[in-house]
Structure formats: structure tokens, C-alpha cells
């Protein structure tokens, strides 16, 4: 069997298989090789190997296997690093002399081969270029023997070298590889979207990367169900709505709108589904995800799902609903303690009150309308509580009780002042709902002759309170009212001015 070693040159856009012939090169060595342009400095990329005939006849076909002359040393290495250097400095003559002539062709670089007796111009074009004056003009700016060579875009963007979308080296740069066709379909195949921008590269054409992934992409949907279509799951039926086809996995979403993602592999075929197959000659194709699928999922709503049909089924009793999760027990409140005793402390009940320690009952107070949240009478025999009356209410008791004595010795009228929730005295004349009381007139007529008076006395005219303070000397002088015209009715607002004013 040939023993080849494959070597990997500047402007070549694919690997060369030489024979190593003894030289014992190996991978990342230099070495000088001869071609059918002349000798050539190229790297080694691969070790030594054995191939077959067949492979040797598929690879190079009816070409001669050229053998390695020996491996670069210093010098070799040195020389070429001047022959690079000389054809980067030649480019710009390139260029001028392609500009000037007026072809439609693009330069792309000079390459000086190794015996330094030959230069290769390499430029771009669309279409076939008469080049004979050119070539003339660049042997005598270069002095050596001129080799025109066409190249494409592809092969333009593998010598020029670049980045793709991926943010890596172009994959015609960085690898020994060949150009093999691409294809729209290709793209298509692998779901991804027509845009002439992301599915192109460098060069213009289409990316070499889409056919690293195309087989793959096409044996899986080969093997796998159609998109959208119906499957069966224990949870209803479901629809085939994404692939991952680097993971082998399909997205499938149920009638309750819940995704799951399944493995191909996972997936059963039914047995309408082999006949079908056996009917039209094509492959089988699952179409059923089975209940010890769903079950390793770790899915939390697939297995709450799972239960509930499990529970719908009769397989798991309905689980008996806890008393604690029904019944709330209520805390009682924490009384305020009484004015006379002290609070208790924390942790320690309340001291019951006399009426509780006798009886061994609780009174609850009731509240009637109009009450004002009087307090209630106590027990006969329980002592009655002494409570704190207001001002204006403890002369209204002391007159009533009084009787007559008020009416021979007469006091000074005490000034009613009626204060936010007293309701006009009304918890202390009664418990009679409000608006079932009597009147004011006849309050102040049952109170006793004597307050009855003095309150005919304050609403008594001036002429008859004068004469009776003129027949009962000594006593008080009632207060009267004023009376002060406004404007527009006759008065002047003044004490002596007419309009029914009074003057005292």
C-alpha cells in the first residue's frame, strides 16, 4: 500500500499528497517539495499514513504521486520569508499596471516560487480575460517569468482571509478542505430563514458551513413526525410544533396549551402507523408518547396533570379535606381593665368584678338607639356604680331634685354647652329612642316650677324682665339678647339705631 503524507500550500486551496520518500517529515514540519511548476515550500498537516489504491486513484486520479525532496531548514526558511516579502511589495505594481490597462479583473496577490525563476499573479473575474499585454508589461516591471493565474470568489476569500458571522477565521482559511457545492435546499432543510445576508458569506456565495449539518438534518426528519402533525399522549392530543435536531427532540403542545419537550427516541409507533407505512412503502414514524414517558419528565405541570387524570380515573382517592384547613380558630379579644384596677400582667387573666364573682355569670351590655351607649343600671343587689356626670347635667338633677328651693332662692343660670357626642344630654333623661322624646318645651316644663321659670325669664321681652327685676330686688340680672339690624332691612347696626334693635 502507498504511503502518502498531505501538505498544505499558500495559494492552494486544498491539501497535496506527496511521498514522503524516506525524508521522515512529520506533522508541523516545513518541507521543500517539487511540483509541476518547480520546487515549493509547503507544511505538513498530517503524519504519514497508508492509503489504499483506490483512495490514492480517488484523491490525485490519473496524476503522478510526487515525492518530498527534503525538509526546510534555516536557509530554506529564510528565503522564504524574502519571497513573501517580495511579493507583498509587488502588489502595488499590480495593481497600477491592471488599472492601466483597463481589465476587468481584480488582483488578488503575487506569489514567487520557491527557485525564484517563476511569479504567479493571481486576480478575480466573472469573465474570461485577454491578458497577453499585461503579462508583457509585469515581466519587465518584475524581471522573471509572468504565470496568470483565474481564480474564484471562493478561492479569493480563502487567500485573502476574513471572519464569518460566527465571529470565527473563515472555515476556507483555517482548514484543508475542498469547495463542494452548496445549495439553497440546504438551507432549507435546516429551517433556517431565506435571507440572502445570513446565509452568506465572505465571498458572496453561500456559507460553506451549511453542509457540515445537512446530513444530520436530514436523516432526523427522516425518522422523526411531521411538523404539526397530531399525536397521542395520555393527556390528550398534542401537535409536533418545533425540532432540535442536534438533541433529537421534538416540542409538542396539548390541547390545554402546555409544551412539553420529548426525545425521538421515547416515541412509540402505533400500530395504524405500521400499516400505513406498509401501505404507501415509506418509513415508519412514532406517533405516541406513552404514560412511563411523561412520568420521567421532570416537568412539574405535566405531573400535576398526570395526577388529576389520575384522580378523574379513580386510580388515587380523592384526598379527605383537613378539619385544620376548614375551620379557623377564632383568638378572643384581650378587654380593657377597669379605671380602679390595675391591667393584669402578661400571661395572667383578668380579675372578675364583683357582680361576676357573686353571680358566677358575665352581664353584657346591651345598646339601644338613641342611648348614646349609656352605661346599663346594675343588679339589686350588686352596689350601684357611682359615674361622672357633666357640669350642665348635674345642675339639671340638682333642680329637679331640688323642687321648690330653686324657685325662692334663685341661682345663677348655668350656660349650657353641648359638646361633640352628647347628643343634647339624651343618654341622661332617658333610654327613649331618638325622635320619640318629647319637646324641648315640654322637657323644661317638667323639669319644675322653678327652672320652668327661669327659663320664661330668659325668654321674656326687655319691658317684662324690667318689671320684674323691679319687684324682686337683689335678684340677678337676666341675660338678654341683642338684636342688630342688617343691612337692607331698615338697620343700622348700632345699639340705638332703629330696624327692632334692643338696647340694654
Known sequence: MPTVIPVKFTYAARDLWFDPAGTGAQEGDHVICRTERGQEIGLVTEDAREVSPEELEQTIGHATLRDVV?????????????????????????????????????????EYLFDGEKAVCYFAAEERVDF??????????????????????????????????????????????????VSIR???????????????????????????????????????????????????????????TPKERLTLRLESGKQLRVALADMTASEAAHKKSEELG????????????????DSPD??????????????????????????VETKRKRRRASSGAPAPEKGERPAATAS??????????KRRPGDGGAPAQPAPEAQPAVTRRRRHHQAADAAATDGGQAAQAPQQPVKRTRRPGDKGGQA?????????????????????????????????????????????????????????????????????????????
Do not use: W
Open 282 to 297: 415509506c418509513p415508519c414514524r412514532p406517533d405516541t408518547v406513552t404514560r412511563e414517558v411523561l412520568d420521567r419528565l
Open 428 to 504: 341622661a333623661q332617658g333610654s327613649a329612642p331618638r325622635g320619640m322624646q318629647p319637646s324641648r318645651r315640654k322637657r323644661t316644663s317638667q323639669q319644675g316650677g322653678a327652672q320652668g321659670e327661669k327659663g320664661q325669664q330668659r325668654r321674656a321681652p326687655q319691658h317684662m324682665a324690667g318689671g320684674q327685676q323691679g319687684s324682686e330686688p337683689g335678684a340677678p340680672k337676666p341675660r338678654r339678647r341683642r338684636r342688630r339690624g342688617g343691612r337692607g332691612k331698615g338697620g343700622t347696626g348700632s345699639e340705638g339705631g332703629s330696624g327692632g334693635g334692643l338696647a340694654e
Open 356 to 365: 361576676t364573682e357573686e353571680t358566677g355569670t358575665r352581664r353584657r351590655r
Open 186 to 244: 440546504m438551507a432549507k432543510e435546516q429551517d433556517l430563514p431565506l435571507n440572502s445576508t445570513k446565509i452568506s458569506g465572505a465571498c458572496g456565495r453561500l456559507m460553506c458551513c451549511l453542509r457540515y449539518e445537512f446530513e444530520a438534518y436530514r436523516d432526523f426528519k427522516s425518522r422523526a413526525p411531521k411538523r404539526n402533525a397530531v399525536i397521542d399522549t395520555p393527556l390528550g392530543k398534542a401537535k409536533i410544533i418545533e425540532y432540535d
Open 302 to 327: 405535566v405531573q400535576m396533570a398526570l395526577a388529576e387524570l389520575d384522580r378523574k380515573n379513580g386510580v388515587v382517592p380523592e384526598p379527605a379535606p383537613d378539619a385544620s384547613d376548614i375551620f
Open 70 to 110: 527534503r525538509i526546510a531548514t534555516d536557509e530554506d526558511l529564510d528565503r522564504a520569508d524574502e519571497l513573501a516579502r517580495r511579493g507583498e511589495e509587488s502588489m502595488p505594481a499590480f495593481r497600477r499596471h491592471v488599472e492601466a490597462s483597463g481589465l476587468d479583473m481584480k488582483p488578488v496577490g503575487v
Open 132 to 181: 497577453r499585454q499585461l503579462v508583457r508589461d509585469l515581466s519587465r516591471e518584475f524581471h522573471v517569468r509572468i504565470d496568470m493565474r483565474q481564480i474564484g470568489v471562493r478561492e479569493e476569500a480563502a487567500i485573502v482571509g476574513g471572519y464569518g458571522h460566527c465571529g470565527q477565521e473563515l472555515c476556507c482559511r483555517r482548514f484543508a478542505m475542498s469547495f463542494d457545492p
